[in-house]
């Protein structure tokens, strides 16, 4: 989504700075099974961070090591 003076801006309200989750989140792989179901593998995924518009709620997810936060202590 729109990145403007380094904060995320919603797509719904472009003069709206997103508010970020705090700490990481993660999108979890799956795999679908031969029998059509699918099982959540939580030990393996996505680091994420997310951000979301208290107006809307939309929300925005990015990679958590292409992130500033990712190094920080
Ligand atoms: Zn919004």
Redo the contacts with the bound molecule.
């Keep these: 989504m729109p990145l403007k003076n380094k904060g995320v801006v ?4 472009p003069n ?1 700075l ?1 508010l970020r989750n705090d700490g990481f989140n993660a999108i979890t792989k799956l795999e679908k099974e031969d029998t059509g179901g699918i099982q959540f593998l939580p030990e393996s995924g996505i680091p994420a961070v997310v951000y979301f ?1 208290e ?4 929300l925005e997810i990015y990679a958590a090591a292409k992130t500033p936060f990712w190094d920080a202590k």
Excluded: A, E, L, V
């Design positions: 919603c797509i719904n309200h709206s997103m518009c107006k809307c709620g939309y």
